[in-house]
């Protein structure tokens, strides 16, 4: 049985931004079940978790006598292991994967910065000031990636885990308001999430944020 | 013939720590012969570069057909064509891809956000006391890092996709003297600097910066 670790409480109370709803995503959109092994704040930073996870953090993915973290490696070996989520096309393929890597190194930093300057930093001096900046560096890549993206349903071609893994990304952006500035980008994120799949994966980490 | 775009003139003079040196590694592991096409800062915001890159960086890859961008993306592509650097056993294989995400996504943001302070964001007021802040993140990033290379001569097992990456990323943290104050992971990194793909990819690039 595949075993995932998720926070024991996520922060965000069950919204669906922590790390582990993409990899449940995954694990819907292949079919493939697995259990839930919920992990506490002083549990990260102790070495049973860093044994599995050298960064101390969410999710894990366990299964038989492999162990891998980081979501952007789980989503993909299950997408490498199960059909469902890569075409199979080479080409095809490699420029579903592509998009992984955008979402995850080129779209999720800037979002994660603004979590930093809103959060993490809210109450230095620089605070407001630096807000601004932060905020503009992330609308100058969502303008970027709105006008790539244009009218079309996915990413390119059919639903992939490219596009899962962008549309967790900018998930995260939403709350602040600055995802609904680009309306095409509102709407392939609404697209994402009415998937069924994306449905079971939301309701049942909500479930566990709330249980 | 696989083509790469590379800048016209790389920001650091031909130091190695722009993103198509990873690529021209990756090439010189495998073995395969490549093209490099400049591309100056005018063109990256230009429509043609923007549609083989969506976010006006380089590298992009083209190979007859394909056209693909972001190193992660482009290194992985080369790693699954041709044979020598990832493992084939399939739970090793995953364990070294999973490594490659770790680099981009966990271990390269906390390395630009020290750009971002250093460089961007030097004449804001807020700059030396945030600088402290940003420091402080890359080296708590650096020590669990550290804690798990320990004396391992590579991440896991052989030499693969995972260490060219994390190499490649933790070179951009040596000029800070962060790197230098964790010894197994300067010496990780000159190991990985000592390897005659990485010396031919080097000399390629210093002497394309340099022409």
Redesign the interface.
């Known amino acids: 049985m595949i075993t995932i670790t998720a926070f024991e409480r996520s922060p965000d109370g069950g919204k669906g931004l922590a790390r582990d709803t993409r990899v449940r995503w995954a694990l819907e959109e292949v079919g493939q079940p697995y259990e839930v092994r919920g992990v506490s704040f002083a549990e990260l930073k102790q070495p049973a978790h860093?044994a599995l996870h050298?960064?101390?953090?969410i999710p894990t993915f366990e299964d038989g006598?492999?162990a891998?973290?980081?979501s952007?490696?789980i989503v993909?070996?299950l997408a490498?292991r199960y059909p469902g989520l890569l075409p199979t096309e080479p080409?095809a393929r490699?420029?579903a994967?592509?998009w992984?890597?955008?979402a995850?190194?080129?779209v999720?930093?800037p979002i994660?910065?603004l979590f930093t300057a809103r959060v993490l930093?809210a109450d230095?001096?620089?605070a407001k000031?630096?807000l601004a900046?932060v905020e503009q560096r992330l609308r100058d890549?969502l303008s970027?990636?709105s006008?790539?993206v244009g009218d079309a349903e996915w990413l390119d071609g059919a639903f992939s885990a490219g596009d899962l893994m962008m549309v967790s990304v900018l998930l995260r952006a939403r709350p602040s308001g600055i995802l609904g500035e680009f309306g095409n980008l509102a709407a392939y994120v609404a697209r994402g999430e009415a998937r069924p799949a994306y449905q079971r994966a939301f309701q049942a980490q909500h479930a566990y944020n709330t249980r």
Chains 1, 2 share one sequence.
């Open positions: 860093l050298p960064f101390g953090q006598e492999l891998l973290f980081e952007g490696a993909f070996h490498q080409n490699a420029r994967i592509t992984m890597f955008a995850l190194n080129s999720e930093p994660l910065d930093e230095k001096p620089w000031d630096r900046l890549r970027q990636l006008a790539r």
